[in-house]
């Protein structure tokens, strides 16, 4: 298949123990995608939905960039790890966490909701002075940090048995699930780690819309449309004549909005071409997408 005809989006189903980047590259070769990227980078040791958008839907990946995202968690009591993870060295604190009760740990995670401030963790791609975090952490070398802002939308207490505490989590961009799960830790008192990491959702796509590794190759239907991005944005559609004069960078004339911020532009199949503003009754482009 030619590699520039494939334009969408594929959610992967990551396996455990593979980098985000190998899946892509993986991705990249089985279909043979000349541009592709993530929106959202898993942890090696982090399961589920990987985002991958191809060709000219790497246009408009922004536009996913901002919605929440959904993990379910495994979370161990009673110690900690040198990565928030099973990946770094375990210390136990405590065998015995029978003292912790199922509505103590649904009271600490009711404080965990909402805007609140979390430093990245040095088991982490985040890069400072252009030097990755992990890469640092595996030196021995801990340096500061600075918090970044983050909403944790919700936790649903899914199940406690033992010293393993099931989580759902829902929340914005740029959470680190390991250091959350830590500070739920620290606030029991008796330390915590992620055993389990899975992300289920992004936005509106869900867990059944993903597809394995190992099952994704050009003949299934595994792309989504990205059109499917710009469901929150309004949309305008336009002839064909007009079409080919917003190509060619002209403004087209519009009695539907005198004035618009961004919006997607549709031809006459209602296949997306674009994404523009109006102004003064006058069409806009900001974003060609191209699929010749």
């Given amino acids: 298949m030619n590699k520039f005809n494939l334009h969408g989006i594929i959610l992967l189903d990551k396996p455990k123990n593979i980098s985000s980047n190998k899946a892509l590259a993986i991705v990249k070769k089985k279909l043979n995608i000349k541009k592709a990227g993530i929106v959202g980078i898993l942890d090696p040791l982090a399961t589920g939905m990987l985002l991958i958008v191809l060709n000219e839907a790497t246009k408009i990946s922004q536009y996913i960039e901002n919605y929440r995202k959904i993990y379910d968690v495994d979370m ?3 110690a900690t790890s040198s990565s928030g993870d099973c990946e ?3 210390t136990t604190h ?3 966490t029978s003292h912790i009760s199922f509505n103590q740990i649904k009271k600490v995670l009711e404080n965990h909701i909402g805007m609140q401030e979390q430093i990245p963790p040095m088991h982490s791609s ?3 002075n252009g030097l990755k975090l992990y890469k640092l952490a595996r030196k021995g070398i801990i340096i500061d940090r600075k918090a970044r802002n983050i909403n944790i939308h919700n936790i649903t207490l899914n199940s406690y048995i033992d010293n393993k505490v099931s989580i759902t989590v829902s929340c ?3 959470t680190y699930i390991r250091t959350l799960v830590e500070s739920i830790g620290d606030e029991l008192n008796i330390g915590a780690y ?3 990491i899975r992300r289920i959702g992004i936005g509106h796509y869900t867990s059944d819309m993903m597809i394995p590794l190992n099952e994704l190759s050009v003949i299934n239907n595994n792309i989504i449309s990205m059109s499917s991005i710009l469901v929150n944005m309004n949309s305008i559609s336009i002839n064909d004549t007009d079409a080919t004069k917003i190509r060619n960078g002209q403004y087209v004339f519009t009695k539907k909005y005198e004035n618009h911020e961004e919006l997607a532009i549709l031809n006459s199949n209602k296949n997306l ?3 523009g503003i109006i102004k003064s009754n006058y069409i806009r482009l900001k974003r060609l997408i191209n699929f010749e």
């Fill in 88 to 90: 770094g060295s375990v």
């Fill in 273 to 275: 071409i674009g994404i």
């Fill in 194 to 196: 992620s055993q389990n």
């Fill in 126 to 128: 985040v890069k400072v």
């Fill in 172 to 174: 914005s961009k740029g």
């Fill in 76 to 78: 161990i009591l009673g």
């Fill in 94 to 96: 405590t065998s015995d």
